[in-house]
T-cell receptor, first 114, second 111 residues
Framework: NAGVTQTPKFQVLKTGQSMTLQCAQDMNHEYMSWYRQDPGMGLRLIHY???????DQGEVPNGYNVSRSTTEDFPLRLLSAAPSQTSVYFC?????????????FGPGTRLTVT | DAKTTQPPSMDCAEGRAANLPCNHS???????VYWYRQIHSQGPQYIIHGLKNNETNEMASLIITEDRKSSTLILPHATLRDTAVYYC????????????FGTGTRLQVTL
């Protein structure tokens, strides 16, 4: 198993540009989520999904869109990048109703918006 | 989910036990204690979880006080590779949901 993979590892954008961060998992997990981590801070939830075709907002959803067309993939779209979106982005996945709710995290995408 | 309090940093000599405390005085009866760690900006990694009994796995032990208001994560023989930020998280188990990360404890293991 590759686990949770994220691409790209690093990205620099100019203000106003858009891009998609890719996330894929091969563990057949129903639950997938996106977090961002700012320097010296804990992770904050952006969006999450409990299955294909179902998405919902987390605590910091503004400026981001998601979709879940397959179980495996959960891309995060930045609509119009802003310097405040400079952060490290982590994708995570887990089973939906299997204890313990061990979430598997990807290696992260380091995004800089200038 | 209940709020947790952890010391911002701790040091531990390699080979010694690392004992990381967590206070969760407002924990509810149906809330579990989870521990994750994050090594050098990698994605967080699950370590262990428990409800009220002490738990042990191949990575660590979790000791939860009888009143469940605090817990301690024990790494029995810390190595340099255990240097990381450790997060104590309290959450209700029912179905998967978000993990609320605080700022955690930065554990530095030294020679």
């Amino acid at each position: 198993n590759a686990g949770v993979t994220q691409t790209p590892k690093f990205q620099v954008l100019k203000t106003g540009q858009s891009m998609t961060l890719q996330c894929a998992q091969d563990m057949n997990h129903e639950y997938m989520s996106w977090y961002r981590q700012d320097p010296g801070m804990g992770l904050r939830l952006i969006h999450y999904s409990v299955g294909a075709g179902i998405t919902d907002q987390g605590e910091v959803p503004n400026g981001y869109n998601v979709s879940r067309s397959t179980t495996e993939d959960f891309p995060l779209r930045l609509l119009s990048a802003a310097p405040s979106q400079t952060s490290v982005y982590f994708c995570a996945s887990s089973y939906y109703d299997r204890i313990p709710y061990e979430q598997y995290f990807g290696p992260g995408t380091r995004l800089t918006v200038t | 989910d209940a709020k947790t309090t952890q010391p911002p940093s701790m040091d531990c000599a390699e080979g010694r036990a690392a004992n990381l405390p967590c206070n969760h005085s407002t924990i509810s009866g149906n809330e579990y204690v989870y521990w994750y760690r994050q090594i050098h900006s990698q994605g967080p990694q699950y370590i262990i979880h428990g409800l009220k009994n002490n738990e042990t796995n191949e990575m660590a032990s979790l000791i939860i006080t009888e009143d469940r208001k605090s817990s301690t994560l024990i790494l029995p023989h810390a190595t340099l590779r255990d240097t990381a930020v450790y997060y104590c998280i309290v959450r209700v188990d029912g179905t998967a949901s978000k993990l609320t990360f605080g700022t955690g404890t930065r554990l530095q293991v030294t020679l």
